[in-house]
């Protein structure tokens, strides 16, 4: 969990939003390697994990979604969100 942590916070570092408050960090996966992800986003109250599954599973994730089509139209909606808060 410590190096998943390292490199989520990294990545922000890097783009220089590490320390932005309207920057709302979602990690998208669909396997157990991304549950290090999704708890540290959890632990750090600092975004969403989303799981991306067909079936039901236990996960650190806080929202799913179904395929990656559904992952298309989510990111697809908040784009248009994004663009309508401006």
């Known amino acids: ?6 490199k989520l916070w990294s990545l922000l ?3 220089g939003l590490n ?3 309207d920057v709302l960090p979602i990690y998208v996966g669909d396997d157990r390697t991304d549950e290090d992800a ?3 986003l959890k632990a750090s109250n600092r975004g969403f994990g989303i799981l991306v599954s067909s079936i039901p599973k236990e996960s ?5 979604l ?3 089509a559904e992952v298309m139209e989510f990111l697809r909606k908040l784009a248009q ?5 401006i």
């Open 19 to 21: 320390e932005s408050e």
């Open 13 to 15: 570092e890097s783009l």
């Open 1 to 6: 969990m410590i190096g998943t942590k390292v």
């Open 60 to 64: 650190d994730a806080f929202y799913s």
């Open 38 to 40: 999704f708890r540290v």
């Open 81 to 85: 969100w994004k663009e309508q808060s």
């Open 66 to 68: 179904r395929d990656p």
